[in-house]
């Protein structure tokens, strides 16, 4: 059932990076649920347009928000301009995410900054943003099942991610009792297009369920933690058991008859 403020209040969730992939499936998601939707993105106006149209199908209120929110200046005024439109935000989703692949000794100045502008720095401030003005509700951030591994093949975009899972849990704590603030890390859900037959089934190799997770599988994770009010601080891996197959080298595995 849809959460409200009041029997005649319905809330509203705030999602970045909602016009596309895995942003959208979150925004549709919590607008079947019952939540307004404050659709926010960058460049995809097209795109957004489209989930918008999409969301107000199933008699839903939704507003589109164009910020580029690497730009610090840019947050708070975002957060100003949705509670223009939604003064009863109930829910802020941090989904939008940018993603480079680059080893350390080729990361670029350019590539470390924008990794960290938009995977923490944007979710930092927005939920600073949030819980000065909203006071209640929740922050939910979607991070990575890639946090639980040391791919440094991903420097910046995995050491953002890294801080962005560790910023969850000091939000949690210094926002707690009024705001809840949890996580969500996926796996192998939405892989870009270049991805090749071949890399998929190398990632199902290392997945205990050996299967593919489905963005729906997401958006339940993200409903859960809605309706459990006795969670804070929490990143839930959505990821078929991929994050727990890091064992290293053990003693258990050698083989002692060749010594």
Known sequence: MPIHDSPKTTQAA???????????HIALALAQYGFDIALHYNSSETEA????????????????FQMDITKTTHIKPLMV????????????????SGYTQAH?????????????ALNLRAPFF??????ELCGKGNVINVIDNKIAFNQYQF???????????????????????????????PGLILPILSRS???????????PLKIKGEPQKITQAI???????????????????ESLTNVGLNAGDYDQTKV
Do not use: W
């Open 14 to 24: 705030l999602v970045t990076g909602s016009a596309i992939r895995l942003g959208k």
């Open 49 to 64: 347009e489209n989930t918008a149209e999409e969301i107000r199908q199933h008699g839903i209120k939704c507003h589109i």
């Open 81 to 96: 301009q949705v509670l223009e439109v939604f003064p009863h935000l109930g829910v802020l989703v941090n989904s939008a």
């Open 104 to 116: 350390i000794a080729t990361t670029t100045p350019d590539i470390f900054d924008f990794q960290f």
């Open 126 to 131: 927005l939920t600073q943003a949030y819980a």
């Open 155 to 185: 420097a910046a975009y995995l050491l953002s991610k890294k801080a962005l899972a560790e910023f969850t849990k000091l939000a949690a704590l210094e926002f707690s009792p009024n705001i809840r603030v949890n996580g969500v890390a």
């Open 197 to 207: 037959e071949e890399y998929l089934e190398l990632r199902l190799q290392g997945t």
């Open 223 to 241: 409903i859960s933690i809605l309706e459990n009010d006795f969670m804070t601080g929490q990143i839930l891996f959505v990821d078929g058991g």
